[in-house]
């Protein structure tokens, strides 16, 4: 049974391009906010010496992230008030063709179930604020792809998107926020 939110918006695009940093933006103004999954995922794997990442079994690192995805979506019992997710299930659609793997039928069932906005906000590459970290340990061109095959997933699973422009923190919280 599809279940449609449209107080659930979606950040998208490749790591490195700000996402993180408007979440916790609009967090500190109050709203409620949804952490990446793969973060998550990656984080426990590294605390118990699992495989289940970007860089080890990726297609168990995928089905991980499906998981959490979904609970994390059922979880949030807000219906009226914008939530924000930082990264959503149609994002499993695109990892796929990033990483050179078939995208089994189940994900793209769970990207046509648990639908949320139709407008979608897509963070373009920007390398002066690029970074590795812990867990993200893609180079930029890997980012640059990601943010390539997000701008494919997401129209093909049904979702509009809004390229979210190069400016400050403050400025592109309140760019999302004036469009949603």
Known sequence: MRIERANFHIFTGGPGSGKTSVVEALRARGYICVDEVGRQVIKEQMVIGGDGHHGGDRTKYRELMLSRSIYTYQAVEER??????????????????????????????????????????????????????????????????????????????????IEVPRMSISERADFVLARI
């Open 80 to 161: 009226e008030a914008p939530v924000f997710f930082d990264r959503g299930i149609p994002d499993l659609v695109g990892y796929g063709p990033l990483t050179g793997m078939e995208t089994p039928p189940h994900i793209l069932k769970a990207a046509a179930l648990f639908r949320s906005n139709k407008r979608v906000f897509i963070f373009p590459p920007w390398p002066e604020i690029y970074g590795r970290d812990d867990e993200r340990q893609q180079d930029f061109a890997e980012a640059r792809e990601t943010w390539r095959v997000m701008a494919e997933a997401y129209p093909q699973s049904g979702y509009e998107l």
